[in-house]
């Protein structure tokens, strides 16, 4: 993917050790959650439509749209609870969209810890990425998300 020069290169608060900390259906999962952020911030770009085909070039046709809809649903629920804006890194530009920010640090942690069996843990990056507001809703939906996972884990890749 191009560096995108309109995409100003994220400062210090992106994790410098990117996507590279994390397994392929994390890696999609935080690209398809970014799609989405990105409509919100510019609906005119429609980037949610692009979280598909990714999904379904990693996953295969039947795969994929379970995953796109856990991680839609995930990150509705984080945006229901959340109120402050999310920071997110560009998907369209590969300099920046290698790098993860502290709020998408957050949801991934979130995400990893369940997928850990670390509830706890999971409560408290929920809490924090929520600003202390109900995680109940994120949490479940982060849950469902896991098991779509669990299940990618275990069913052959896409094209084999």
């Known amino acids: ?11 210090p608060r992106a994790d410098r050790r990117g996507m ?4 392929p259906a994390l890696r999609c999962a935080l690209a398809i959650a970014r799609y989405q952020f990105q409509s919100f911030a510019m609906p005119e770009l ?6 598909l085909p990714h999904a379904d070039r990693l996953f295969g046709r039947d795969a ?4 796109v809809c856990a991680v839609q649903r ?14 997110f ?3 369209d530009c590969g300099r920046c969209a290698a790098r993860i920010t502290g709020h998408e640090r957050l949801l991934m942690n979130t ?10 843990d999971a409560e408290a990056h929920a809490m924090i990425l929520c ?21 990618l884990d275990r069913a052959p890749a896409a094209g084999a």
């Not at 429609?46 to 979280?51: G, I, L």
């Not at 600003?131 to 299940?151: P, S, Y």
Request: contains cysteine; charged residues 30%; aromatic residues 4%.
């Open 131 to 151: 600003e202390g507001n109900d995680t109940r809703v994120l949490i479940d939906e982060m849950r469902a998300l896991a098991q779509v996972i669990r299940r």
């Open 64 to 67: 994929a749209p379970g995953l």
């Open 1 to 11: 993917m191009p560096y995108d020069r309109s995409c100003p290169n994220p400062g």
């Open 20 to 23: 590279d900390t994390l397994d």
């Open 89 to 91: 890194s560009n998907p």
């Open 111 to 120: 995400l990893r810890s369940i997928l850990a069996d670390r509830p706890s």
């Open 46 to 51: 429609e980037s949610w439509s692009r979280a």
């Open 74 to 87: 995930a990150v509705h629920a984080m945006r229901c609870a959340r109120k402050s804006v999310f920071r």
